[in-house]
Structure formats: structure tokens, C-alpha cells
């Protein structure tokens, strides 16, 4: 009996789930525990009763709703420009001029650049003795440095993130999309060509259209590393302008709370799943559209 | 060559120059202030070009408290985290490359979804389990997580480059007396060897790079970038250009390594949405 089961273990119709177990013990104990510990620190208080205490403190925090407002914004202002920046480059590499494959990888260079190194490089450039004040200085410009990291000047330090952020994180989108681009069909392209579409219009009317599953996992893949962008702002900007992530960790880190850092990484999860849903939801029904 | 096809040339080389130049130069200018002598770093107005080419401020960078040892700690945690989740994921990428199994698409979209995971969500609740664990400010516990973070990427890889090794192949040798296993190890894994390498290679950049649950995890056993973060704003300018282009060196060399695979990695995980 043993032996025949053992026989029967040792089939086929086994084989994958033996393969799958170490994942999917590794999924339960590093994504599910932690998902639901982090529910339980962030809903139970000390004597082991469901409350919102620790929601109340995160939202009547000072830093709590200029947080969420700027992680918003980077969010909003970050996301569109990377995938305009990046589709640019994805058509441009597309024609497949001559050199085209080794521009690709230049393009894709700030893949491997973490997003607290972006910010240091970025902060050798915005830094008030930095190279853009030297270049403009050199130029004639301007005869003293400008603050563009500094409190008194939130928006400049708001779009040296943004700058920052653009550079290292447009790389992924092109990479989607290029992927993407490889995967439409010559077929189309010789239809569209054709039928006369050419230049912007075969963009607009055939590329665009085809593309689409790879924008939205782009869309979807950057909204939600946007939504936790962290050491770049702490590297460029200090405390300057807070983030969502930031709060969880400096609650963490400096405050000893987790129940509050936990708050905050629930509160994220559920921004990201609506925003994850949001996309999902208008790029397909924008897609039958054009389908119908 | 007609005059509009001259013009459409040179417009794309132009645009082309243009995203090399936007990528290239910052690179370039966090070089440069790694290799200019301390003081003129703070100078002004202060020349494009340093006066001379200074192993000074890469010294003081590498000499400074914890640097050294930080940077050991990463290599291992790297190491580690490569290990672990080759051996965890890649076996998962050959099942889901090689069979057709009730659950198949339920575990790639399971997959999938751990990607959306925000990492504060999984850092503040294991730095407690870890405490309790004896896992907290230990290498391994943050070879733990950057696995688990890495995990998703090392089977949608795996999954890609498995399938690109034939399976008559492997049915081949097991009819010449092969065992299962066998057939794996002898026909499936030396044509997959490159492939796998270079997922070695991204999960270890992936590991390098992380630095947010690197930070929530440790006291003193501090990664690179956990301590270029917990140290930064005590630390002169110089000191954290030096770090940074100390950390995008072998992220560069790595991504230029395994360039050919890259958009294979992304297709595959678009292709799988």
C-alpha cells in the first residue's frame, strides 16, 4: 500500500505541486503572515480589542494629509511623464534605425539604479553648490546659487524629485512597452501601411491601440511603486516633503510604533488595490470601445 | 537621399542624442564628484570639471565608520537572497513551464499579486514576527524578505526561460534510459544555465538596491544602503555622492551583463497580465 502510494506521489499528477510547495509555503509565511499581522497591529490594541485608535492618531497626525497630498502628486505627475518619456523612446527605438539596439540599452541603464542612489545622484546636480547651479552660473544666469532644496522653496524641491524620479524609473516603462511593441504583429503594420496610414496616424489609429495590455501593466506596475516612493525623497529632500512610506518608516523606525508604521502600510495596500481596480476597470472598458 | 528623408534623420538622431544625453549625464556628474578632491565639493562658483582626479573622497567613503563593514553584510545578503530564491522559485518556473496542472493560472495570478504588495506592509509587521523569531537584525532575516520580494520576479523569469528549452529534448533523453531527474539535470538545466544566471544576477541587484525593509530590520547589522540612509543626514555631501555612485557600480556592470534578457523578463511578466 505504502509503495503504491509512494509510486503514485512520485507521478506526474504530483510532480508540479512538489515543485510549487516551496513558493507557496514562502508566499504564506512572507506575504499572507505579514498581511494579516499587519492587519492585526494596525485594528487591535494592546488588550487584544478590535479598534481605530491607531487610524484616529495616523489621520490626526500634522504630517499624515501633507503626506498623502504629496505622495499623491508625485504620483500624478510622475506617472503620465514617465509613460510619455518612455513611449518616446520605445517608438523612437522602434524604427529600428541603425545603432537602434544598442541605444535600447542606454535607455535602459537606470534599470539598475536604486531609487536612494537617484536620489544622491540627483542631489550632486540640485545641491546648493550643485552642477546646475555651476552650469547656469557659467552661463551668465545667475551670479548666486539658488535654494532648490530648502523650506522655503517646497515647489522646486517638489519638482527636484519629480526630476529625479522621472530619470530612474521611465526606464521600466520603456522596457514594457518595447516588449509590447515587439509582440504586435507585422501583419498590422503591413495592413496599416497598406491602407495608407502612416507617420502619426499609424501611430495614433494602429500602434497605440495594440499596445495597450502593456500601458496598462506599466500604468499599473508604476502607479503602485510611485505610491511608496521613499529614499529618493529622504535622500533629496530630507524631511522636507513627507510621503506616505516615509511616515510608516520614520513611525517605525524613530517612534518605536508599529501599530501606527502598520496603519500606514494598510492605508497604502488599499490605496494601491483601489488604484490597481481603477485601471483595470477604465482601460478595459476604453478598450471595447475601440474594439466595438 | 531626399531632402524630407535627410531632415527625418536627422530629427531622430537628434532625439535620440537627446534621451542618451538625459540618461547618461548624471551619471556622469555623480563620477565626477566621487573623484573630486573633498573641499571642492563645496567651492563657488565651483568649476564643471574638478581641478584634478582625487581617489581622496572614494578613500574617506570606503575608511568611514560601518562603511566596510555595511558593505560585506550586502554582498552576503545579496548572496543569500540570490540563493534562496533560485532555489525557491526556480522549481516553481519549471512547473509552471513544463506541466499543465489544475491551479496553474491560480498560482501564476497568486504570483502576480504578491508584486502589489507595498514593502511597508510586509517590513513593520516581520521586523515583529522576527524579533520573536530571533530573525531581527540578522543577515539571513533580511535575505528572508528581499526573497520574498524578489520571488515573484525569479519565477515569472524561470517560467520564460524553461519554456525556451524544448521539451522533446528532455522526453529524448528519458526514452535513452534517463531518469526524470536525470533528463533535468543532464539535458533541461546546462540549455537553461544562461537564463538562470542571468535571473542570478537581477535577484542579486534586486538585493543590492532594497533598502527600505533593510532598514526596518536592522540595528547593527545594516546593509549599504541602510546605512547611506540611516547615516545620511549627519553625513557630508561628499560622503553620499561617494555612496551612491559606490552603489550604482555593480548594478551597472550587472544590467549590462544580462541586457539581452531584460526585455525578455518584462515581456514575459506582460505577457502573463
Not at chain 2, 524561470?158 to 533523453?173: Q, Y
Request: glycine content about 6%; overall charge positive.
Amino acid at each position: 500500500m505504502t509503495a503504491r502510494l509512494r509510486k503514485f506521489l512520485g507521478t506526474d499528477t504530483f510532480l508540479p505541486y512538489w515543485l510549487l510547495l516551496p513558493s507557496i509555503i514562502f508566499i504564506g509565511v512572507f506575504f499572507l503572515m505579514p498581511l494579516f499581522n499587519a492587519i492585526l497591529l494596525a485594528f487591535r490594541s494592546d488588550a487584544g480589542s478590535f479598534t481605530l485608535d491607531y487610524f484616529k492618531k495616523m489621520v490626526a497626525d500634522v504630517r499624515f494629509i501633507e503626506a498623502l497630498k504629496y505622495t499623491f502628486f508625485l504620483a500624478i505627475t510622475i506617472v503620465p511623464l514617465q509613460v510619455v518619456t518612455a513611449l518616446a523612446m520605445a517608438l523612437l527605438v522602434n524604427t529600428g534605425f541603425r545603432g537602434s539596439k544598442f541605444f535600447l540599452y542606454i535607455f535602459a541603464l537606470p534599470l539598475g539604479i536604486s531609487d536612494l542612489a537617484a536620489g544622491l545622484i540627483w542631489l550632486s546636480i540640485f545641491t546648493q553648490h550643485g552642477f546646475l547651479n555651476s552650469i547656469l552660473y557659467a552661463l551668465g544666469i545667475i551670479d548666486k546659487p539658488i535654494y532648490y532644496i530648502s523650506y522655503q522653496n517646497i515647489g522646486l524641491t517638489f519638482l527636484a524629485v519629480v526630476a529625479a524620479e522621472h530619470w530612474r524609473a521611465t526606464a521600466i516603462v520603456m522596457v514594457i512597452l518595447v516588449a509590447g511593441l515587439q509582440m504586435i504583429s507585422k501583419d498590422y503594420m503591413e495592413a496599416a501601411e497598406v491602407l495608407g496610414a502612416r507617420g502619426w496616424k499609424k501611430i495614433w489609429y494602429v500602434i497605440l491601440p495594440l499596445l495597450k495590455p502593456s500601458l496598462q501593466s506599466a500604468l499599473i506596475i508604476r502607479t503602485i511603486f510611485a505610491l511608496q516612493t521613499f529614499a529618493v525623497v529622504l535622500a533629496l529632500a530630507g524631511d522636507i516633503i513627507p510621503v506616505l512610506s516615509g511616515e510608516a518608516y520614520f513611525w517605525h523606525f524613530l517612534y518605536r510604533n508599529s501599530h501606527i508604521a502598520s496603519a500606514y502600510a494598510v492605508f497604502l495596500m488599499v490605496i494601491s488595490i483601489g488604484m490597481t481596480w481603477f485601471y483595470l476597470r477604465f482601460l478595459r472598458s476604453r478598450m471595447e470601445v475601440i474594439r466595438g | 537621399m531626399s531632402y524630407p528623408r535627410i531632415l527625418r534623420r536627422t530629427l531622430l538622431y537628434m532625439s535620440v542624442l537627446t534621451f542618451v544625453l538625459w540618461v547618461l549625464v548624471p551619471i556622469f556628474f555623480i563620477g565626477i564628484s566621487s573623484f573630486t578632491p573633498r573641499n571642492e565639493i563645496y567651492k563657488w562658483p565651483k568649476p564643471l570639471l574638478p581641478s584634478h582626479f582625487s581617489i581622496d573622497t572614494m578613500r574617506f567613503f570606503l575608511n568611514s565608520y560601518g562603511v566596510l563593514n555595511s558593505l560585506l553584510n550586502s554582498v552576503w545578503v545579496a548572496l543569500l537572497t540570490l540563493a534562496f530564491t533560485l532555489a525557491v522559485g526556480a522549481p516553481a518556473g519549471y512547473a509552471v513551464a513544463r506541466f499543465y496542472f489544475r491551479g496553474r493560472e491560480g498560482f501564476r495570478m497568486g504570483i502576480l499579486i504578491t508584486r502589489m504588495f507595498p514593502t511597508a506592509l510586509l517590513a513593520v509587521p516581520l521586523a515583529v514576527t522576527f524579533i520573536r523569531w530571533g530573525l531581527y537584525d540578522t543577515l539571513i532575516g533580511v535575505a528572508l524578505i528581499h526573497t520574498a520580494m524578489a520571488l515573484p520576479f525569479a519565477v515569472i523569469i524561470t517560467t520564460g526561460i524553461f519554456m525556451g528549452v524544448p521539451k522533446d529534448l528532455e522526453e529524448a533523453a528519458m526514452t535513452l534510459g534517463c531518469s526524470r531527474l536525470g533528463a533535468f539535470a543532464r539535458v533541461a538545466l546546462p540549455l537553461a544555465l544562461p537564463g538562470l544566471a542571468a535571473a542570478a544576477m537581477f535577484t542579486f541587484v534586486i538585493s543590492w538596491n532594497e533598502v527600505f525593509a533593510a532598514t526596518i530590520l536592522t540595528v547593527h547589522n545594516r546593509t549599504l544602503p541602510a546605512h547611506i540612509l540611516t547615516t545620511i543626514q549627519a553625513s557630508p555631501l561628499y560622503f553620499r555622492f561617494a555612496g551612491g555612485f559606490f552603489m550604482i557600480l555593480p548594478t551597472l556592470f550587472f544590467m549590462f551583463l544580462i541586457r539581452r534578457y531584460l526585455f525578455h523578463m518584462w515581456g514575459g511578466a506582460t505577457a502573463e497580465r
